[in-house]
């Protein structure tokens, strides 16, 4: 059974650091495109960053390139989004997400594209 869980949410100061992580089962992360979405409350889902598994294209949102890094490691089946210089704006639940793909269909990374989804982790930055 495909499976995707996910860990590291929770409370921060702005200007902090959290790293999100999703574990997968069931299939093997190296053969499809991964990427992190989020969405505030009253918004819509937004693609935060996405990543293919065919030749490494990277996608971020503008809000967050240079402070946000997607990465997969292939021993622990397990993608990550390591969170750096964090805003109250980017107060969230944020969800992992697989493409039954091995590329980006036109180099999009938005929500409609992916097949699986991690059942969201909860990242609230405020002092």
């Known amino acids: 059974q495909l499976q995707l869980v996910e860990s590291g949410g929770g409370l921060v100061q702005p200007g902090g650091s959290l790293r999100l992580s999703c574990a997968a089962s069931g299939f093997s992360l190296d053969n499809y495109v991964i990427g992190w979405f989020r969405q505030a409350p009253g918004k819509e889902r937004e693609g935060v960053s996405c990543?293919?598994?065919?030749?490494?294209?990277?996608r971020y949102a503008d809000s967050v390139k240079g402070r946000f890094t997607i990465s997969r490691d292939s021993a622990k089946n397990t993608m990550y989004l390591q969170m750096n210089s964090l805003k109250p704006e980017d107060t969230a639940v944020y969800y992992c997400?697989?493409?039954?793909?091995?590329?980006?269909?036109?180099?999009?990374?938005?929500?409609?594209?992916?097949?699986?989804w991690g059942q969201g982790t909860q990242v609230t930055v405020s002092s």
């Open positions: 997400a697989v493409r039954a793909s091995r590329s980006l269909l036109f180099g999009l990374c938005v929500s409609g594209l992916f097949d699986y």
């Open positions: 990543i293919s598994s065919s030749d490494g294209t990277t």
